[in-house]
């Protein structure tokens, strides 16, 4: 196992000693025996202790380069580095994030369905659209994912008061048109091929609403 630990009251036997994490991390301080990892430009400590709970274990107490809080992360594996140690926890939290984003952006999980096939089809079509927008990010300069999915549904929402919008133009039109039919004025199927309503609808394929849908479309 291989996790973070807080620095609260969780009592470690150090050298016959009952301490916790704040304590340890003083004595150590005071030891001067501090390593310095060059892969990871950190500096860090690593001890051996016992937990009541779990057994021996080791910690690792290290601070990252602009980072004022050292942070304590916990191995049942005594035996394992400190860079292998911060290498599977650094895939780790890769996959914990995978999971949280997955979870509350893309609400994976909630599928109500009974048919396995569609559970499948749920998972699947969530992680598609994960690696879609993983991808968008990395290329955008690693936008935070919610900042991201704001964006899309601000543009979705755009999207959908356009073309609904566009929708009552075009019935209004259609209204007009029968009703001018209705009247016996002239004749519909006449004043559809007629300069005038080609005209009607040029004006309504080139107003603001219809510039908006295409530009929305080009940007999707």
């Known amino acids: 196992m ?3 630990v807080r620095k609260d009251q969780r009592q470690y036997r150090y050298q016959g000693n009952q301490v916790n994490a704040q304590a340890l991390l003083a004595t150590l301080k005071e030891s001067g025996h501090a390593k310095r990892c060059r892969k990871l430009n950190t500096r860090y400590y690593e001890v051996p202790v016992h937990d009541d709970e779990i057994g021996d274990v080791k ?5 990252f380069p602009f980072q004022k809080q050292w942070r304590v992360l916990l191995s049942t594996d005594t035996a394992l580095s400190f860079v292998a140690m911060m290498e599977i926890y650094a895939t780790r939290w890769t996959i914990a994030v995978f999971f949280k984003e997955m979870t509350q952006q893309l609400r994976l999980g909630p599928c109500q369905s009974r048919d396995f096939d569609a559970q499948i089809a749920h998972v699947t079509t969530c992680c598609i659209l994960y690696i879609f927008l993983a991808y968008f990010r990395r290329v955008h300069a690693y ?3 919610g900042a991201l999915f704001e964006g899309m549904a601000a543009e979705l929402v755009e999207k959908n008061l356009a073309e609904r919008l566009w929708a009552l133009f075009e019935e209004l039109l259609d209204a007009v048109v029968h009703a001018i039919a209705e009247s016996g004025a002239v004749d519909l199927s006449q004043f559809k091929r007629s300069p005038e309503y080609a005209a009607l ?4 394929a080139e107003s603001f609403l219809g510039y908006q849908l295409r530009t929305l479309d080009k940007t999707a």
């Not at 910690?59 to 601070?63: I, P, Y």
């Not at 609808?201 to 309504?204: A, H, R, Y």
């Open 2 to 4: 291989i996790c973070g």
């Open 59 to 63: 910690l690792s107490v290290c601070r």
């Open 143 to 145: 936008a935070p994912l």
């Open 201 to 204: 609808k040029t004006l309504f």
